[in-house]
């Protein structure tokens, strides 16, 4: 489970997207994500818990999806994003 405080940031928060960017997934610093699909800003919203290198979803209309972390890519629902560099 992400437990930080709010001056504390999990080394997963951020934005992570799929290579051709059409997915940008959002991991927010207060358990929460935002998944935009397209030109569709916040397809899909909810909470997400981290344990180790597994992270769990659970969107706001009750959906679950979960994935893994390895070596810096996220494997999530048969997607691989990617971490965006700012």
């Known amino acids: 489970m992400t437990s ?5 940031k999990h ?3 951020g934005m992570w997207v799929t290579q ?5 997934h959002e991991l927010l610093p207060n358990g929460r994500y935002d998944e935009a699909r397209g030109d569709r800003k916040s397809a899909y919203q909810g909470k997400y818990i981290i344990t180790g290198d597994h992270i769990d979803y659970i969107d706001d209309k009750g959906f679950t999806a979960d994935g893994d972390f390895r ?3 996220l494997y ?4 691989i994003l990617y971490r965006e560099e700012k």
Do not use: C, K, L, T
Request: negative net charge; proline residues 5%; without cysteine.
């Open 4 to 8: 930080q405080s709010s001056s504390q």
């Open 11 to 13: 080394p997963y928060v």
């Open 20 to 24: 051709d960017g059409y997915i940008r």
């Open 71 to 73: 070596e810096g890519i």
């Open 76 to 79: 999530h629902a048969g997607m």
